[in-house]
């Protein structure tokens, strides 16, 4: 082994090094929503106890102590900041991350591993807000989150319609002649067949595509890509091969922001759900509402309960201080069984 590839290694360590670190600093936003003052000597005690027993090999004992009493001031600097937390599933990298930072800059993300875990860390607290892919053009409803939106009693206070650029990304210094394989999530892959297949790429499954971005940087297959996000490249130290790499010319994917709250702010588009008896022209007198106030419906969906019974979503346009909001929704409410009205919120449509 060279000096040329020791670096690369030693660079490579580097970046993980930072995103653990990341890592630890989201945990200890998470855990001030259990603690009633910053300060906790016991627990830096117990810290640093835990560090002197565990140092071994070539690392001094004062200087890992040292770095360590710097992170704990950190960590503690972060939680007197009072950052608002934001879930989203999958890893650091995810569009749904993307979309996060298209919402509002100022919230600190928090990868989860499940859609169930992001509405119960935001029904319990442990997070402010949650964002949630509703719907994507080519895949279609995402029946999971439709799912959990119906058993949950949390707000929609945002949403985002988020363009989706697949991006081929290799280890740095790669050469693009000896890839052979492209790992991400299967929808993904779905969405770039064409590409992979004209350019001899054997499609890989991966659970997450950002957790493929993690995995190539942090185990680096050879021979190996990704298809991930811009952002992804960005955070695992990453190369873009080529961008907008989808097969479809159109990619787009709707993100619902949740909050245990309902939006203060005034809102341009609003959400109900509702069910309805089984009987003909049930629906209808529904939808027919809307129209009578020339309300424009940008959502129709449903799924179907565990009892048979079909739940509906409806967005559109307007907010719930119009007048002929208003009128409208006492109609439907009228000719509905378990309304329920998700939220006003403004939609940002990023580009």
């Not at 071994?56 to 001031?73: H, P, Q, S």
């Not at 053009?137 to 799912?147: K, Q, T």
């Not at 319609?161 to 002649?177: A, K, N, S």
């Not at 190539?216 to 907008?244: G, H, N, Q």
Request: glycine share 6%.
């Amino acid at each position: 082994m060279g000096l040329k590839e020791i670096r690369k290694k030693i660079d490579l360590l580097d970046s993980r090094i930072l995103r653990v670190l990341n890592e630890r600093m989201e945990l200890a936003l998470m855990a001030k929503k259990f603690k009633s003052n910053v300060e906790d000597s016991v627990r830096e005690k117990e810290l640093l106890e835990r560090i002197r027993r565990n140092s071994t090999g070539l690392i001094n004992a004062e200087f890992i102590e040292k770095i360590y009493v710097d992170i704990i001031n950190e960590s503690k600097s972060l939680q007197k900041k009072d950052y608002a937390l934001i879930a989203f599933k999958g890893e650091h990298g995810a569009y749904g991350e993307v979309a996060i930072r298209e919402w509002n800059t100022d919230l600190v993300s928090v990868p989860c591993t499940e859609y169930s875990a992001v509405f119960e860390g935001v029904e319990t607290g442990l997070y402010d807000y949650g964002i949630v892919p509703v719907e994507n053009i080519l895949g279609g409803v995402v029946g999971e989150v439709n799912e959990l939106l119906v058993n949950t009693e949390l707000y929609i206070v945002g949403a985002v319609e988020l363009p989706v650029y697949l991006c081929l990304l290799v280890l740095p210094g790669t050469d693009h002649r000896e890839i052979r394989t492209a790992y991400s999530q299967s929808q993904v892959l779905a969405q770039c067949r064409n590409f992979l297949a004209r350019n001899g790429l054997e499609p890989v499954q991966y659970y997450d595509s950002a957790g493929a971005a993690k995995m190539l940087a942090e185990e680096t297959p050879k021979a190996s890509s990704v298809v991930a996000s811009r952002l992804a490249a960005e955070i695992y130290d990453l190369e873009i091969i080529k961008e907008d790499i989808d097969d479809f010319e159109r990619n787009r994917t709707r993100y619902l922001v949740l909050s245990k709250e309902e939006n203060k702010e005034e809102g341009d588009k609003c959400s109900v759900l509702f069910s309805i008896e089984h009987k003909a022209g049930a629906l209808f007198r529904v939808l027919e509402a809307f129209a009578k106030e020339d309300i424009n419906l940008t959502r129709i969906g449903s799924i179907q309960g565990g009892t048979g019974n079909y739940a509906f979503f409806v967005d559109f346009v307007g907010s719930k201080s119009d007048e002929n909001v208003i009128r409208a929704l006492e109609v439907v409410k009228d000719n509905t069984t378990d309304f329920r009205f998700l939220g006003c919120y403004r939609e940002i449509k990023a580009e």
